[in-house]
């Protein structure tokens, strides 16, 4: 079954910029989606097809896929965006949900 | 807005059932597929299955056949998962998630959660 790899914890000062990467075999040739997940609320889409923000997402997130990684950025890194950020992929009929990153403001 | 709202949490002994609705508003029930997802604790989502709200034909992943049931009424835009035979590696957070499409594909609405609770 296909597989989405993300490192458990990435760290980033306020106003620095965050990057999350997400990898898997030949994920460029896949769209990629990444949901951000706050302490006991549910997920929210905040990147879809590899870079497009849904309405109401800031301008800070951004999103690129290539090869065997796909790349969540946060430009300009508020407190808020403190979270865990889970990646996702569609694979032969399958949603696959990477292990999640925990995205830590310092 | 579309909006989907899920029952409360569940307390329930091992062996027993639960029944988790989603109910849907804000646009047309049987445009977009539903999604079931569970986050078990300190865990990530992990994608259940799907159901065809038109036709109501359900699809379950490895791993959730069996004990698992998704059903709709479409008359009242609601969803609904069903859990036979509890057992305590149930005990997670459950959730419904709209797909962007008519198939599954990826998730543009969720609903709140249902924490399912197995414990005697």
């Known amino acids: 079954s296909y597989e989405l790899t993300q490192p458990p914890s990435v760290s980033v000062s306020p106003g620095q910029t965050a990057t999350i990467i997400c990898s898997g075999d030949?994920?460029?040739?896949?769209?990629v989606f990444w949901y951000q997940q706050k302490p006991g609320q549910s997920p929210v889409l905040v990147i879809h097809?590899?870079?497009k923000r849904p309405s109401g997402i800031p301008e800070r997130f951004s999103g690129s896929n290539s090869g065997n990684t796909a790349t969540l950025t946060i430009s300009g890194t508020q407190a808020m965006d403190e979270a865990d950020y889970y990646c996702?992929?569609?694979?032969?009929?399958?949603?696959?949900f990477g292990g999640g990153t925990k995205l830590t403001v310092l | 807005q579309v909006q989907l709202v899920q029952s409360g949490s569940e307390l329930k002994e091992p062996g027993a059932s639960v029944k988790v609705s989603c109910k849907a508003s804000?646009?047309?029930?049987?445009?977009?597929?539903m999604n079931w997802v569970r986050q078990a604790p300190g865990q990530g989502p992990e994608w259940m299955g799907w159901?065809?709200?038109?036709?109501?034909?359900?699809t379950y992943v490895q791993g959730f056949t069996g004990r698992f049931v998704f059903s709709l009424d479409t008359s009242v835009s609601t969803a609904y998962l069903q859990i036979s035979s509890l057992k305590a590696e149930d005990t997670a957070v459950y959730y419904c998630?709209?797909?962007?499409?008519?198939?599954?594909?990826?998730?543009?609405?969720w609903g709140q959660g249902t924490l399912v609770t197995v414990s005697s």
């Open positions: 998630a709209r797909d962007a499409t008519q198939q599954p594909y990826y998730f543009d609405y």
């Open positions: 804000g646009y047309t029930f049987t445009d977009y597929a």
């Open positions: 159901i065809n709200t038109k036709t109501g034909n359900p």
């Open positions: 030949k994920l460029g040739d896949k769209y």
């Open positions: 097809q590899d870079k």
């Open positions: 996702q992929a569609w694979d032969t009929r399958t949603v696959v």
